[in-house]
């Protein structure tokens, strides 16, 4: 769906995933054992869609409600379908981790790119560490996927100094505002202290 046109339709998205979500919540493994290779499709194209999505959020304030629709869904199928997390989680956990939730944005080619990483949103960020959460829960190999790629940070002591902020790593301190403008928030006194020298 093109980016214009997910504004328009992001709340029957969002109605149409958590409704989807609500009737997963009621379905057993049980119920698909005639259908299993239209579930492993399912989940496999689920996938696909995530990993290909373009990235819509393009600060914290926007939503991509499609993303989290295929998240949620994704989600549930995993609970539903433990098996798969392993072959799905190989390709689909590192994914995560990098691309959707710790990837650090590079300069960019054209004012109409978007920059990394695809899950700014604090709601679309908590989708993706549900997902994460469960390909990780009773698969070692996928938490060991995660565990190798936060030992990264740890291993590179480069950004981290004595200082306490230093440890405290907010998406939201690397942005810039909607309006494009760079500068200090006015607390009600600038003005006033500017005049004093």
């Known amino acids: 769906m093109p980016v214009a046109e997910q504004g328009d339709y992001s709340k ?12 997963l919540q009621h379905v057993k493994a049980s119920d698909f054992e005639t259908h299993g290779e239209l579930v492993l499709g399912m989940i496999q194209k689920l996938t696909h869609k995530i990993k290909v999505r ?56 054209s ?10 949103n604090p709601k679309t960020r908590e989708h993706a560490f549900n997902l994460l959460s469960v390909l990780s829960r009773d698969c070692i190999e996928n938490l060991n996927v995660v565990l190798e790629y936060l030992k ?8 981290r100094t004595n200082k306490d902020s230093d440890w405290k790593i907010k998406l939201l301190d690397d942005e810039k505002s909607s309006t494009g403008y760079v500068g200090i928030k006015n607390l009600g006194t600038i003005c006033y202290m500017n005049s004093i020298n």
């Open 111 to 120: 004012s109409n790119e978007k920059s990394a990483p695809k899950c700014k």
């Open 54 to 109: 373009e990235i819509i959020e393009g600060n914290a304030e926007s939503k991509d409600q499609v993303l989290i629709g295929y998240m949620m869904i994704l989600t549930r199928l995993f609970q539903i379908f433990p098996e798969q997390k392993l072959p799905i989680g190989n390709y689909l956990a590192p994914y995560l981790v990098h691309d959707c939730l710790f990837e650090t944005p590079k300069a960019l080619q």
């Open 152 to 159: 990264t940070f740890n291993s590179k002591s480069n950004w």
């Open 12 to 23: 029957r998205c969002e109605n149409f995933f958590n409704n989807l979500q609500m009737q």
